[in-house]
Every structure is written in structure tokens, then in C-alpha cells.
């Protein structure tokens, strides 16, 4: 917040009132006191003297707040104050509003029984605020007298019933003066092509702070090029806004993100429109009608180009390109990331990054890529943070420390609560020499084994469900995420198994372990009294070699067991089911030097496919469900 106290208003209002008497008339008729005011290049009046104030809180009841003083003293009123309030009280005019619009009334029916006192306080501003529009566009402007800050300034509330907002809040008199004359800059420099260009001083000052904002963005500076750019926009500087949204999708904020001119340049939609469409993809439920609204000014071309990238988006099939050396490091980042090496990929993104060419002067950093279903994951608010500290485009700077990694290099993490509590449960299989994608074919048949495009796990639940046309209460296919699982080990992921049933479960880590070594974990809670179980198997070379299961407090066990992995070294104390999931994830993991990559699987798209049945075929005589469906 600015230092309101030393305030001058004169050079202020003097600056303000020649652009706007600079400014050709907008085609309609003009009032004298318009004309007068263009020929005198003064949209004030006279000053209003010491008394003059005095008598007019005295008629109010309450002292004036001092930035509203000093104002008086300099004009006693303003005319075109913004756009939409076309005189603005002086001494004469300001009066207590009393709910005369009869907003309060209005507002007061949306209030919840349980609303807070910022709620009812928009509320009761229209009983005790002190109106200062006397002539506008029902656009309502009340000082508050009841929030005073330390230096006795009075808070100031606006509000257009056309706007469809809740009331806007300026600290005091001079921020919403400010707030009032970054409107009037904005509104005519976003005039049609066919107005007079609108340029003067302050505009030339603000176009000479986006170039530099820009320059200081391509070196790694984006915190103060950040906030220039967000000045700029207030005044409605071309491509202030589009350079600003690319630093603030790359923060990881999407509200009101657009790109503005910029997405419609030929030269840089093809890095901007992705984003945009899948902001839109996310958020549209199938409704497009929007998404034009958003490209104003665009070609047809264009917005073709913008419906394919769409389909492609909803479709899953959208692939980020880049030239160059840095394109090539895309491709190594997505074929690591898509077996769930996110940090991987990030590294190498990141690292090629001072090799990425701009598209055009107005292209600040590489932006397609989030919208890619592999790729889009890899970023966070940090990551995006030192995207944009990294020296990129030709440009030189200091480089940014690196992030930490997201992945804890362990099993361990699986004991930890997940983000929404939903993991109950949880199964994999670990197998030694092979890629991922030879999984589908050591642990399922025929059709189903064959990887399904990355998704995450809740759209390949979904996906399956859609085209399941038969179930069976005997049957426990997975359905299960792959990857590679640390150096030399992939893994088969499922995380929301069905229930565990000890008498008929069937471990797969024979199957799995023909020619090599594999290993079976199942973890979780049974029945409704939530007792843990933990299952371990491993095989070599297609045959079992050791196993146990803890259940409903005992343990069963078959094989010469490691002392590693002993299950009495783990279980024995009931209440400690958790501390005794995560030390045995702890010693699987060391074992057999395997990780699974806990921001693939939780954030991620990976890989998926549908195993065989977990559990044996039934016996003669039991009896078993089976659904079909048309």
C-alpha cells in the first residue's frame, strides 16, 4: 500500500484532467460544463476553503477523513471520476446515504444465519456510509466512517448494479481516486481501432515499464516484472495483461487467466491456446459456448485450430511440441514422466530451459506443455517459481536454486494419509528386469493386456466402469498403474483394490516372477472394525519362494523368510498397525532397492491395464454372483 500522507494532489489532478481534455469526444453530445472544463483542462472546481470544510462536517456530525481534506482543499468536487460517476461531492453535496438505494434491505436477504462481520458489514454500509456520487451511471461510491484505519482514513465501498459484484473496497479516498483514473486510462486505451489513438505521458511511461518488465522477466526476474505488469494492466496497456497471465499460469492460477491479444496473435496460440482450452476443458461440463468469448478477435482459422486442440485436450491425446534443443528435451521429459519419473522429467525440462526460444517478442516462457496430460502434472506453484527465476531466451541472469523433489524415494509414503483420505488400501507388484510395459503381459490375458493411454487413476476407474459389461463376485481383476519403480524394478499399482479375502486370494507374483524376481504387497484395512492386514509374497523364476499375511491379529507364513523381513520384527502390538505398515515398506524397500513414485500416482497419468483375477476360481458347490450388463 502506498504512503498516502504526503499525498499532492495538484500535479495529480493537473496530469489527470489534461489527458482527459486531450481526449477527443466520444461522439456524443457534450454539456457546457464539459466544454468548459476540456478549454480550461481542469476537471475540478475551485478550492474549498478551511471553513468551508469545517462547516461541512459540522453538518455531517463527524470529521472529514484527511486524504478526503486535502483533496477539498485542492477542488471541491470532481467531474468524470472514472467512467461510470460523472460528478463527485465536494463540500455541498456528500450526505449520509441511509439506505436510500435501499441496497441494504436487498443485500441483507443473501446474508447466512452463520455470516461473519465482513459479510453484514457490506450490508450495513448502505445505512451509515457517506455518499459521495452525485451524478453517475448507478454506480454507487460511500465512504465508511465506521472502518478507520490508524491514520483516521475512512475506507471507501463502490458499486454498479450492472457489474454483478459485490461492493469493491479502496483502503482510502486516495486509493479509490487512483483506482477511478487507472479506469479512465483503461477504458480509453481499449477504445475501437477506428478511435484516435490514446497516448500522452503516462502512457508512454507505462509502455517503456512493460518492455523492461519484459526484458526482466527473460532473466529470471519475475517478481518485480510481475507487479509492473500488473500496474500496467490496470491502466490498460497493450499486452500487459496477456505477458502478465503468462507468468500467473506458470504460478499455478487459472482465475480470469486469458492471455488477452496475445492468444489470438498467430504467433503465439500455439503455446497460449493450450492452456486456455484446458482451463476450459476442466471447468466447461461439455458447454463450448464460452471458449469464443475468450478469443475475441480471432481468425477462423483460429478458432478452429482451438476447437481441435479441445477434442484433443478432452480426448487425452493432446502432445506439447517444442523446437530445437529444448523440444528435444521435452520429449525425454514426457517418455520419463509417463512411467512416472517426475522428477526426472522435471530436471530435464528445467535444464534445457535456458536453451527455449520465445516465439515472439511477447513470449515470455514455454506454456503448451501444462496442458499436456503427461506433462502438465510435473507442475507446482514451486516448480512454476523456478521456471520463471531461470535465465531463458537468450537472456542472462542468475540461476535459481532447484526445487526439491516431490518423490520421497521409498515405499514408505503408502503409510502416510493421502491429501483426501481415500486410500484404504493398496496392492502392487514389483518386477526385477523388466520395462513396463511387459507387465500386461505377465499378469494378464488377450485383451487386457494392452496399456491404456496415461490417465490418472480416477479416470481409468472410470473408463473401466463405462465399459464394464460383466462382474463377478468371484472375480478380482485390478486395475493398475505402471511405471518403473527406482533402477532396474517396474511396478503394477492399484489403489483402490476390493476387499482382502485370505481364503481365496491367489498372489500373482508367480506369474509375475517367470525368468526374473517379483514382489506382492497388499496393504490395508478389513471389514468394518478397520483391523489392518499386510500381505508380502516373492517370487523367482515363476515360483514362490516366501510369503506371509498378517490378518485378524495372527500371522501366517510359508518359506525361509528373510530376517529383514521377519513379520514377528513387525507385528505384536495391536496399536501400532500404522508404525508397523511403515517400517515393513521401509525394509521391502531397502531389500529390494524399489521405490514407487508417489507424485505420478497420486497427481499423475500413468500407463493402466487390467490384471487377472487375484483370487482362485471357485470350488465345486460355491456359489457365486455374476452381473452382465446390455
Known amino acids: 500500500m502506498m504512503d498516502i500522507a504526503g499525498f499532492d494532489w495538484r500535479p495529480f489532478l493537473l496530469r489527470w484532467s489534461g489527458e482527459w481534455a486531450d481526449c477527443p469526444p466520444d461522439g456524443e453530445a457534450q454539456s457546457e460544463d464539459d466544454e468548459a472544463a476540456r478549454r480550461a483542462r481542469w476537471l475540478g472546481f475551485p478550492p474549498a476553503s478551511e471553513e468551508r470544510i469545517a462547516a461541512m462536517e459540522e453538518r455531517l456530525g463527524r470529521r472529514m477523513p484527511p486524504s478526503y481534506r486535502e483533496f477539498l482543499k485542492v477542488s471541491d468536487g ?24 435501499g441496497l441494504a434491505e ?29 451524478e453517475s451511471d448507478v454506480t454507487h461510491v460511500l465512504m465508511d466512517p465506521e472502518e478507520v484505519d ?3 482514513e475512512w475506507a471507501v465501498y463502490t458499486w454498479a448494479s450492472w457489474r454483478g459484484e459485490a461492493p469493491e473496497r479502496h483502503s482510502n479516498f486516495v486509493e479509490f481516486m487512483r483506482h477511478m483514473y487507472r479506469e479512465f486510462h483503461s477504458l480509453r486505451a481499449n477504445r475501437g481501432e477506428d478511435d484516435p489513438v490514446f497516448a500522452n505521458d503516462t502512457t508512454r511511461e507505462l509502455d517503456s515499464l512493460v518492455e523492461e518488465a519484459r526484458l526482466e522477466a527473460l532473466r529470471g526476474a519475475w517478481e518485480p516484472a510481475a507487479q509492473a505488469l500488473k ?18 499460469r506458470l504460478l499455478g492460477e487459472t482465475y480470469m487467466v486469458y492471455f488477452k491479444e496475445l492468444v489470438t496473435d498467430p504467433r503465439y496460440a500455439p503455446e497460449l491456446l493450450p492452456p486456455l482450452v484446458a482451463e476450459h476443458a476442466e471447468h466447461s461440463y461439455r458447454d463450448d459456448s464460452t471458449l469464443e468469448f475468450n478469443l475475441q478477435g480471432a481468425d477462423e482459422e ?25 523440444g528435444e528435451a521435452v520429449e525425454r521429459a514426457r517418455e520419463l514422466a509417463r512411467w512416472g519419473d517426475t522428477d526426472g522429467a522435471w530436471r530435464t525440462l528445467r535444464g534445457a530451459l535456458p536453451l527455449w526460444e520465445p516465439l515472439g517478442p511477447y513470449h515470455l516462457a514455454p506454456l503448451g506443455w501444462v496442458a499436456d496430460p503427461v506433462l502438465g502434472p510435473l507442475l507446482t506453484p514451486d516448480r512454476g517459481r523456478e521456471l520463471l527465476a531461470t535465465p531463458r531466451g537468450g537472456m542472462a ?33 514389483l518386477v526385477e528386469g523388466a520395462e513396463p510395459e511387459e507387465l500386461p503381459g505377465r499378469l494378464a490375458d488377450g485383451d487386457e493386456a494392452v496399456l491404456s493411454q496415461p490417465m490418472t487413476l480416477w479416470e481409468a476407474h472410470d473408463r473401466a466402469r463405462e465399459n464394464e459389461k460383466e462382474s463377478s463376485s468371484y472375480d478380482d481383476r485390478a486395475l493398475m498403474a505402471v511405471g518403473r519403480a527406482g533402477i532396474n524394478w517396474s511396478f503394477a499399482f492399484d489403489g483402490d483394490p476390493a476387499p482382502f479375502d485370505r481364503q481365496r486370494f491367489v498372489s500373482p507374483a508367480a506369474a509375475a516372477g517367470a525368468g526374473t524376481r517379483a514382489v506382492v504387497v497388499w496393504s ?10 499386510f500381505h508380502l509374497s516373492v517370487a523367482r ?11 485378524d491379529g495372527e500371522i501366517r507364513q510359508s518359506g525361509k523368510i528373510p530376517r529383514a523381513l521377519d513379520p514377528s520384527r513387525f507385528f505384536g502390538d495391536p496399536e501400532d498397525g500404522a508404525g508397523a505398515e511403515r517400517r515393513l515398506l521401509e525394509a521391502v524397500g531397502e531389500e529390494f532397492g524399489a521405490c514407487l513414485p508417489r507424485h505420478a500416482l497420486v497427481n499423475g497419468r500413468l500407463h493402466t491395464f487390467t490384471t487377472r483375477s487375484w483370487t482362485r476360481p471357485p470350488r465345486e458347490g460355491e456359489r457365486y454372483l455374476v452381473i452382465r450388463m446390455n
Request: charged share 25%; hydrophobic share 35%; aromatic share 14%.
Open 78 to 101: 470532481w467531474r468524470h471520476a472514472g467512467e461510470f460517476v460523472w460528478l463527485l461531492a465536494g463540500t455541498a453535496d456528500a450526505r449520509w446515504h441511509n439506505d436510500e438505494s
Open 106 to 134: 436487498i443485500f441483507e436477504e443473501y446474508l447466512d444465519e452463520d455470516a461473519g462481520p465482513e459479510e453484514r458489514a457490506e450490508v450495513d454500509i448502505w445505512r451509515r456510509g457517506l455518499q459521495l456520487d452525485v
Open 150 to 152: 490508524e491514520d483516521g
Open 231 to 248: 500496474e500496467a494492466a490496470e491502466y490498460g496497456r497493450p499486452r500487459a495483461t496477456g505477458l502478465g497471465d503468462q507468468i500467473r
Open 302 to 326: 483460429l478458432v478452429s485450430l482451438a476447437y481441435a486442440t479441445l477434442d484433443q485436450v478432452r480426448n487425452g491425446t493432446y502432445r506439447y511440441t517444442a523446437t530445437g534443443p529444448f
Open 397 to 429: 541472469g542468475a540461476e535459481p536454486r532447484p526445487t526439491a523433489p516431490l518423490d520421497p524415494g521409498n515405499l514408505a509414503w503408502l503409510a502416510e494419509p493421502d491429501p483426501g483420505n481415500n486410500r484404504m488400501s493398496y496392492r502392487f507388484v
Open 524 to 533: 490395508g484395512l478389513r471389514g468394518w472394525d478397520g483391523e489392518p492386514f
Open 541 to 551: 523364476d515363476g515360483a514362490e519362494q516366501y510369503a506371509f499375511t498378517y490378518a
